[in-house]
Every structure is written in C-alpha cells, then in structure tokens.
C-alpha cells in the first residue's frame, strides 16, 4: 500500500472533523443502545461479508441531534471535496451561477474554486442530498466487511442506491490495529482516526473493503451523498 497519498485518487480524508469528546458520548450512546441489528449487505444479512452491529438513526426523533451533527461534520468536508474536485458537481450536469449583476454564467472549475462558503453551499444542496446515516461497531477480532464492495448497485425500485454519487465515514474511535477503509485499486489504506472523516467516490472505481480490527472494536457513522431525484432536479425545466 502506498506510504503517501495520491492527490488525484479522489479519496479525500478531513482530520478533527468531529470533535473527539463528542465522539467519545456518541460511542458510549450507541453502546447503551438496545436497537442495534446484524449489519446488512445488498442482499441481506451475510456475516461472512459483513461482521457488524449497525444501528440506523435517520429517522429516529431521538437520535435526530446525532444525525445533524453529523451531516453538519460531512457537508463542511464535501465543500472542501468539491473544491479539491471540482468535476464532482459539473461534469454530470452544466450549472450556471448568477454574477453581481444577475447574468448567469456557466460553472467552471475556476469559478467553482473562488466561490466562498455562503456561495457555494446552495450550489452543493441543489445537487446533492445526504442519505441515511448507519452507526457501526465492528468487534475486535471478529468484525469487518472484508468483501470487496462498492456502494452503487441495481436493486431497490426506486433506484436510491443508483442516486449514491458519494460515500463517507466518520471514524468515532482508534486505540486498536488495523481496521482500516482499504481502497482495491488505488491501493491505499485510510487509518481510523478519532473525529476524522472520509469522503471517496461511491462506483467501481473505489472498491472498497473494511478490514478487521485486532485489539478493540471499531465504531464508526458511515452514509452516502446521493444526487437529487430528477423531478426536484429538473422540476423548474
């Protein structure tokens, strides 16, 4: 595995993104919790795929906090995400930015980059949309999703998990050995870090696995960002 990251392998990794005490209470919420399930896979529950307790909290009035923090943490990343790799937003559609005085302009790169927060944030939210949020703990020893895996595939019929156009991890602990997000064909390997968070593309291209963690459990927040649905998309074409 490579030692130095490559800039250009689209995997983008934001260190403190989540404040470590706050990590520590959500660990120790998620311990105390009686709704955790077998993790599942596409087509079910397979533990020889996947090796987990896993806990949806979208949806869940009493986690609602959680889920906010969360995808507060994840779309400060994506702004940087988008910046870094601009082509994420413009090369599946052609946007257009009003200037100062009303005219709009196509979307480039350059544009893209220059945007501050404030600007760019609405730009963000009129294309994507964050999906449901997983908590994970994956046992010392016994845990992991070792299949090599993407997160875009053909099977609900509303087509949700083709809108996936991102993935992202919150890692929620360290303290143990290996457990890392292992990239096949970028051959690199992200090491858990509390409060650091992970966005990488959700295709093929990133084939991904979780390995096993030696020595404690592993717990992280994992999701998506999905494209907008066509008619919220085009609904003003």
């Keep these: 595995m490579s030692a130095s990251p490559d800039p250009n392998d689209f995997i983008h990794v934001h260190d403190g993104a989540l404040d470590r005490a706050w990590c520590e209470a959500l660990v120790e919420r998620f311990s105390r919790s009686g709704d955790t399930a077998p993790g599942r896979v596409g087509g079910g529950v397979h533990v020889d795929l996947k090796d987990s307790l896993d806990l949806t909290i979208s949806g869940r009035p009493e986690w609602r906090d959680t889920e906010a923090s969360l995808n507060a943490a994840m779309f400060t990343t994506l702004l940087a995400y988008v910046r870094r790799y601009p082509h994420t937003l413009i090369a ?32 963000v939210r009129t294309v994507l949309r964050p999906g449901a949020i997983n908590l994970q703990r994956y046992h010392g020893g016994r845990g992991g999703y070792p299949y090599w895996h993407c997160e875009v595939y053909p099977r609900e019929p509303h087509a949700e998990t083709l809108h996936r156009h991102l993935l992202w991890t919150a890692y929620l602990n360290d303290g143990f050995e290996q457990g890392e997000t292992e990239f096949l064909y970028q051959q690199r390997k992200i ?20 390995n096993r963690p030696q020595g404690g459990d592993k717990v992280i927040a994992t999701s998506w960002i999905l494209f907008q649905r066509a008619e919220v998309l085009y609904a003003q074409a």
């Excluded at 090491?191 to 979780?210: C, D, E, M, N, Q």
Aim: hydrophobic share 40%; net charge neutral.
């Design 92 to 123: 599946p559609l052609m946007l257009e930015v009003p200037d100062a005085d009303g005219r709009h302009h196509r979307l480039t790169p350059e544009r893209l980059r220059a945007m501050d927060d404030a600007s760019l944030a609405p730009v």
């Design 191 to 210: 090491a858990p870090r509390t409060g650091s968070l992970l966005i990488a593309p959700a295709g093929f291209t990133h084939t991904h696995r979780g």
